[in-house]
């Protein structure tokens, strides 16, 4: 089965009324409303592989804290779905199922986001850090050569995953 997938900023978004949920998950690096939403078309069975590679690519180990995430499945509003390999992806299945929706308005992102964040807790697709770090550790083991060379530039992930 498969999963469209938003990795959030922050899981406790989740928790917090739609303007602030907006601010914080809705927006680009200066602020303004994000028209090249970015999710994941993933396998359900992938869920924690995909938060995993999302996490130590963009984020630092945060021991103790979900990894928070949204279905986008069945969301219809009014965006062009655009795959768009995220080259910024240290990971080839994170890197190669990522897909941008492309508004042209902010109105038109609100609808969105106001149906995800009203249906959150149907919607919510989260990993525990424990699960993100056990997955890590078991490549590690593995010795798969994406997740080596992401611990060989990313000494906080490496100590996290014990190495």
């Known amino acids: 089965m498969s999963l469209r ?3 959030l900023k922050r899981h ?8 602030e949920f907006f601010m914080a998950e809705m927006r680009d690096h200066d602020g303004k409303p994000d028209l090249n939403l970015s999710v994941f078309d993933i396998d359900v069975d992938c869920l924690v592989r995909t938060h995993a590679e999302y996490v130590v690519t963009f984020l630092q ?21 655009t795959q768009d390999p995220a080259g910024s992806i240290i990971f080839e299945y994170a890197r ?12 038109e992102l609100r609808v969105l986001a106001e149906k995800i964040h009203t249906e959150h807790v149907e919607r919510e697709r989260s990993a525990a850090h424990g699960d993100v770090v ?3 550790q078991s490549k590690l083991d593995e010795a798969d050569e994406e997740w080596i060379r992401a611990c060989a530039t990313r000494p906080k992930w490496k100590k996290a995953f014990g190495r």
Request: aromatic letters at 8%; charged letters at 35%.
């Open 61 to 81: 180990p945060a021991p103790n804290k979900k990894r928070g995430g949204l279905s986008l499945n069945d969301c219809h509003a009014d965006f062009d779905e």
């Open 12 to 19: 406790t978004s989740l928790e917090v009324p739609f303007d």
């Open 134 to 136: 056990a997955y890590g």
């Open 96 to 107: 190669d199922r990522h897909v941008e929706l492309r508004f042209l308005r902010e109105s």
């Open 5 to 7: 997938l938003r990795v």
